[in-house]
């Protein structure tokens, strides 16, 4: 439990360093290095390397400003030094005078250096909205 506890801190550091747009303390969520990806809820937002990752968390912080990060429903899986967190999420964000809040599904792939979990990828989804409940596909009649 103790490590379980642990990969969950990291989602807490993460989203108290994302609301605080503290973009040196959101990167040292993930490893060193340059072996880090990251996917997004946008069509642009595929990358890998700490430049490209970074430059989507300064896109994002430029275009809103998130205020909480609610987490909902959450899975852990941890194999001895690597974890995969499975989560959904929403996200409270101010973007000029509207309030918003975005729902999320994230995976959240981890290793574990030394005593601490960091992160190597982040994957970010929507939900399908035009597929039905009990379909597997997002079918037209």
Same mark, same amino acid.
């Given at each position: ?6 990969? *969950? ?15 040196? &303390?959101?990167?040292?969520? !993930?490893?060193? /290095? ?7 809820? /946008? ?9 490209? +990752?970074?430059?989507? !968390?300064? &896109?994002? !912080? &430029? ?5 909480? !990060? ?5 899975? +852990? ?15 409270? *964000?101010?973007? /000029? ?45």
């Amino acid at each position: 439990m103790i490590d379980q506890n642990a990969v *969950l801190a990291t989602l807490e550091e993460y989203a108290d360093a994302y609301c605080a747009k503290d973009l040196q &303390r959101l990167m040292a969520v !993930f490893v060193d /290095g340059e072996s880090i990806s990251l996917i997004g809820t /946008g069509a642009d937002e595929l990358c890998s390397g700490r430049k490209a +990752v970074a430059s989507v !968390f300064e &896109r994002n !912080f &430029r275009d809103a400003t998130a205020t909480q !990060f609610e987490w909902q429903w959450q899975d +852990v899986a941890i194999h001895k030094d690597a974890a995969t967190v499975a989560t959904t999420l929403n996200i409270h *964000l101010e973007i /000029g005078d509207e309030k918003l809040m975005v729902p999320v599904r994230w995976t959240v792939s981890l290793v574990k250096k030394g005593v601490e979990w960091k992160w190597v990828h982040r994957h970010a989804s929507s939900a399908a909205g035009s597929q039905e409940e009990g379909s597997a596909y997002p079918v037209e009649s």
